[in-house]
């Protein structure tokens, strides 16, 4: 009959406190001697291998990994991370650096030696991309953040599935396209999101740059991109969609509004309101009202 190991008090106690272990190794009985019960040194060394193993779900099996951090999430104790960047213009300094303050971003990124919007978005994302973020957020400085935009920010993210977010849909103008033809199926999107009541309006194309959101996992491809296209940043994101076919869902409402103010960029387009169909802070408008 085999004897059981034999402990002194202070081994026994913290034998004790231990967790029950998952993974019994039984030996051979002709590997252990009866009178003192001393293990075969090679497998003496592999059952301490497995007791430690089984004691720690982090270390060697990748499954076991997956598993306990999404133990860990189901528990609340791990959080998406988001991190915001603000792109400005030195001529609107005051006001990225107020907006700056209400999103508490992380980065403000201030074109001094004005080198285009393409740069800033650019540099914008390589710092974010330097952080340990989720989500890396891009806000222009004539962004406007909803009440309690961190919050609504962070749920509507979590909910977000392999796409590109923009946090603003807005009138007037769309990247990339002729705005009499574009109007039309945009009131379409907005009229049919409004009646369904739903959350998110799904395109193939970012028609603003206003404020949007990048998953860490697309942000690297993106950047090399864009770094490429010589077009400005919503249109060559728009080609990036396209070219890895992720769509780009549109928050329903906004969590940004539009200041209407002149532009920076001198064109020949005829003055027009640019401004979210529906702003967060806003009541849900009436479907005849679209």
């Known amino acids: 009959?085999?004897?059981?190991?034999?402990?002194?008090?202070?081994?026994?106690?913290?034998?004790?406190v231990c967790a029950p272990r998952t993974n019994h190794f039984l030996l051979p009985a002709h590997f252990i001697r009866t009178a003192d019960t001393i293990y075969s040194p090679f497998f003496f060394v592999l059952s301490i291998y497995l007791d430690f193993s089984s004691r720690s779900p982090s270390?060697?099996?990748?499954?076991?990994?997956?598993?306990?951090?999404?133990?860990?999430?189901?528990?609340?104790?791990?959080?998406?991370?988001?991190?915001?960047?603000?792109?400005?213009h030195?001529?609107?300094?005051?006001?990225?650096?107020?907006?700056?303050?209400?999103?508490?971003?992380?980065?403000?990124?201030?074109?001094?030696?004005?080198?285009?919007?393409r740069w800033n978005h650019q540099q914008a994302l390589q710092r974010l991309l330097a952080t340990e973020a989720d989500w890396l957020v891009v806000l222009e400085d004539d962004a406007i953040p909803c009440q309690h935009f961190e919050e609504k920010l962070s749920?509507?993210?979590?909910?977000a599935k392999n796409c590109l977010v923009s946090l603003y849909l807005g009138t007037g103008r769309w990247a990339g396209t002729t705005p009499q033809m574009q109007e039309p199926i945009v009131r379409h999107l907005v009229k049919r999101a409004t009646r369904h009541q739903d959350s998110w309006i799904k395109a193939k194309a970012l028609w603003h740059a206003v404020g949007f959101a990048v998953p860490r996992s697309y942000a690297d491809s993106l950047l090399a991109f864009l770094q490429k296209d010589p077009s400005p940043t919503d249109q060559a994101a728009t080609h990036w969609l396209k070219s890895q076919r992720i769509p780009c869902?549109?928050?329903?409402p906004s969590l940004l509004d539009h200041a209407d103010t002149a532009r920076l960029v001198v064109g020949?387009?005829?003055?027009?309101?640019?401004?979210?169909?529906?702003?967060?802070?806003?009541?849900?408008?009436?479907?005849?009202?679209?």
């Open 1 to 16: 009959m085999r004897q059981a190991l034999s402990f002194e008090k202070g081994q026994q106690a913290e034998q004790t």
């Open 59 to 88: 270390l060697s099996n990748p499954i076991q990994k997956t598993r306990y951090k999404t133990e860990k999430q189901k528990e609340g104790k791990m959080k998406t991370q988001i991190e915001v960047a603000i792109v400005a």
């Open 90 to 117: 030195p001529a609107r300094k005051n006001q990225a650096h107020i907006l700056a303050k209400q999103v508490q971003a992380y980065t403000l990124c201030m074109d001094e030696a004005r080198k285009g919007e």
């Open 155 to 159: 749920f509507c993210l979590s909910q």
């Open 249 to 252: 869902w549109y928050t329903y």
């Open 268 to 290: 020949n387009e005829k003055p027009v309101r640019r401004v979210a169909w529906w702003f967060a802070d806003e009541e849900r408008p009436d479907l005849s009202a679209i």
